[in-house]
């Protein structure tokens, strides 16, 4: 049952604004770990990222060191990063390779790829101790639950709750855009990604990537400084390269922004739909689309190119760009610091040139040294400092509410810069923190 602070929780939420506690209150911060982060799924990394048996790649769950590990065969196991003799991290390495068994480096227990005992050393000393090779406190413990949509792993460290596909919901679009763009419907990951420590709660991340209001003021200097560019080049060279779209995209007005459509689902995931003009008519999105024409046929090719998607946001540790590959991951360090994961990816079978464009919205968009990404992470950084004044108590999400449809649980909007997103993410907040079980 819910004890006292999660009581408290209750009074910091209501339909339209949220109290400042909310992201600056440690306390707060204690219970998303362990109601949210150390519950639901959280996504563990793309198959790809260990393609071999042995191979591994660390990460977070919640303030659980965890491990994924390809095994034999399509296996993939997610562990908690710790020894069972004296509690050593056994992979040491942020990815690496196992070789034939994991194999701690203190001494030298060594572990399959799932986590059970491969073999100690001295074995006949343990004769006639507690000491059992087939008692789980003597392998290395696994996630609750490992489940994978279309090579993306989650892991849940709870063994209740719904399944991968029922939590997913209709979010699981996001994967099978991004999938369905491979002629073979399959991505691999581009090793290795961009790592940002953000100076901001969590929350601040999430919120932003559905935010529509801010590109146009946040990124109006780059925005308005690339269409100059692009402007230049038209004129001198006749075409502008389709990259610096990426860019003067930010100079769209509130009022076109606000065309797009927001969608809150259950579980708190969010929608951010239409299309930044990216299906232009150049000689390499042609060749793509012939390509998954042929593989597809020219109706499926249709609904795939035709998907009204900008971003997806899968509650609460990623966001998806499918129709340009990128995938961002965040790893809660505290209530004001926050990890972030940038990756991108590549469509198995398509051109190398759908390939690039995606590499340059990775450099120009998302990596940490473009101006757009560091204009983010500022504003995230003053939010942080804004929220733990005294200077007021509530954040207000006001935006066009009241105009939600609400279908079913499923929250609509025909606003694009409507504040949906973030109040249908603290609509899941607040079930989250205070769900009895
Ligand atoms: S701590 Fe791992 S083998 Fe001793
Ligand atoms: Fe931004």
């Known amino acids: 049952m819910p004890s006292q602070p999660l009581l408290d929780v209750r009074s910091l939420v209501e339909p339209d604004r949220v109290h400042r506690r909310a992201y600056s209150d440690p306390e707060i911060f204690d219970l998303e770990i362990k109601h949210i982060f150390e519950k639901t799924w959280i996504y563990a990394g793309h198959e790809t990222q260990v393609p071999k048996p042995g191979d591994y790649w660390q990460f977070q769950i919640g303030r659980q060191p965890m491990v994924m590990v390809r095994g034999n065969g399509d296996a993939v196991h997610v562990l908690f990063n710790r020894c069972p003799h004296r509690g050593v991290q056994v992979c040491g390495s942020r990815h690496g390779s196992g070789g034939d068994a994991l194999t701690c480096p203190y001494h030298s227990w060594r572990f399959h790829y799932d986590g059970s005992l491969e073999s100690v050393p001295l074995e006949s000393g343990y004769r006639d101790t507690r000491f059992d090779r087939d008692n789980p406190d003597f392998q290395m413990k696994r996630a609750a639950r490992v489940q994978r949509y279309r090579g993306f792993v989650f892991a849940s460290l709870d063994p209740k709750g719904p399944d991968l596909l029922e939590w997913l919901g209709d979010a699981r679009m996001a994967f099978d855009d991004i999938c369905d763009r491979s002629p073979v419907g399959r991505v691999e990951v581009v090793p290795n990604c961009f790592r940002v420590v953000q100076r901001s709660n969590w929350k601040f991340f999430m919120e932003n990537q559905l ?112 129709p340009l590959q990128q995938l961002r991951a965040i790893r809660p360090i505290s209530h004001d610091r926050t990890m972030s994961e940038i990756w991108h990816f590549r469509l198995v079978g398509a051109p190398e040139a759908i390939y690039r464009r995606s590499l340059w919205y990775y450099n120009l968009v998302n990596s940490p040294s473009t101006m757009i990404n560091a204009d983010d992470l500022e504003n995230w950084q003053r939010g942080q400092f804004g929220l733990n004044s005294n200077g007021g108590d509530w954040v207000s999400f006001h935006r066009d509410y009241g105009r939600d449809r609400d279908a079913n649980g499923e929250l609509h909007s025909t606003n694009g810069c409507s504040e949906l997103p973030m109040r249908a993410q603290f609509r899941a907040w607040l079930k989250y923190l205070t769900e009895t079980e």
Do not use: C
Not at 223 to 228: H, L, M, P, T, V
Not at 273 to 284: E, F, K, N, Q
Not at 300 to 309: A, M, P, S, T, Y
């Open 211 to 322: 935010d529509a209001v801010h590109p146009s003021v946040t990124h109006m200097s780059t925005g308005y400084a690339a269409a100059d560019v692009e402007r230049k080049l038209k004129r001198e060279t006749g075409s502008q390269p389709l990259h610096y779209h990426y860019l003067s995209a930010f100079a769209t007005s509130f009022d076109q922004w606000d065309q797009l459509e927001t969608a809150g689902y259950p579980y708190g995931h969010t929608l951010l739909g239409g299309y930044m003009g990216l299906r232009p008519t150049d000689a390499d999105t042609l060749e793509h689309e012939r390509v998954l024409a042929a593989a597809y046929g020219e109706a499926k090719k249709e609904e795939i190119l035709g998907r009204n998607i900008h971003h997806v946001l899968i509650y609460p540790s990623i966001s998806v760009q499918s």
